[in-house]
């Protein structure tokens, strides 16, 4: 089975300015989860999609948001940028079916966003 | 609220040398534990989990882990590493009742010689 994968890979974005990441979990997986990465702050959850619904949400701004179609794949968006959104962005996929249900999460390898 | 804390930040070791990593959480219901490993220029991969049963949980690569419930613990464990177990090394809890959310620690990066 293919991965989780992700994209794009790199993006450069100023100040203000909105971005979308994509992700296409494992096939068969319902459950998308996406996480930020940064040096200072390591792995933080930003929140969790399963069949279309968001499910679980960790403690970032209303800029942070997300959605999940049909066919699991998720994207994630900010808007209005900031210097500090700078960051690994991560998304993981499972097979956790049932609501409060967890099971393992297989990461993709990650979208690099910078903003200047 | 809930953390994960990962004692050592930084570890540096000789080839044949044995391995401990610790990992402490803070929650006081029931938990599902991983630890995850992150190779250099590569993405997060599962070594091991544990979600009930057996406390002490074998991984890949001749990892292993005991999760010890009085101590809010989950150590990580290796006889004998390699220098190709050079890579930054995470444990993450997730909470039972929140979905599939995990709560990483800060990660230790484990630095092999030859």
């Known amino acids: 089975k293919a991965g989780v994968t992700q994209t794009p890979r790199y993006l450069i974005k100023t100040r203000g300015q909105q971005v979308t990441l994509s992700c296409s979990p494992i096939?068969?997986?319902?459950?998308v989860s996406w996480y930020q990465q940064t040096p200072g702050q390591g792995l933080q959850f930003l929140f969790e999609?399963?069949?279309?619904?968001?499910?679980n949400k960790g403690n970032f701004p209303g800029r942070f948001s997300g959605r999940q179609f049909s066919n699991s794949r998720s994207e994630m968006n900010v808007s209005t940028l900031e210097l500090g959104d700078s960051a690994l962005y991560l998304c993981?996929?499972?097979?956790?079916?049932?609501?409060?249900?967890?099971?393992?999460?297989?990461f993709g390898p990650g979208t690099r966003l910078t903003v200047l | 609220a809930q953390s994960v804390s990962q004692h050592n930040h930084h570890v540096i070791l000789s080839e044949a040398a044995s391995l401990e990593l610790g990992c402490n959480y803070s929650?006081?219901?029931?938990?599902?534990l991983f630890w995850y490993v992150q190779y250099p220029g590569q993405h997060l991969q599962l070594l091991l989990k544990?979600?009930?049963?057996?406390?002490l949980v074998k991984g890949i690569k001749g990892f292993e882990a005991e999760f010890i419930k009085s101590k809010f613990s989950f150590n990580l464990r290796k006889p004998s590493v390699q220098w190709s177990d050079t890579a930054e090394y995470f444990c993450?809890?997730?909470?039972?009742?929140?979905?599939?959310?995990?709560?990483f620690g800060k990660g230790t990066t484990l630095s092999v010689s030859s």
């Open positions: 993981a996929s499972s097979l956790a079916t049932r609501q409060g249900e967890t099971d393992t999460q297989y």
């Open positions: 096939s068969g997986h319902r459950s």
């Open positions: 999609y399963f069949s279309e619904t968001q499910r």
């Open positions: 544990y979600f009930s049963g057996d406390p």
């Open positions: 929650y006081g219901g029931t938990v599902n």
């Open positions: 993450a809890v997730n909470p039972n009742q929140a979905g599939t959310a995990l709560i």
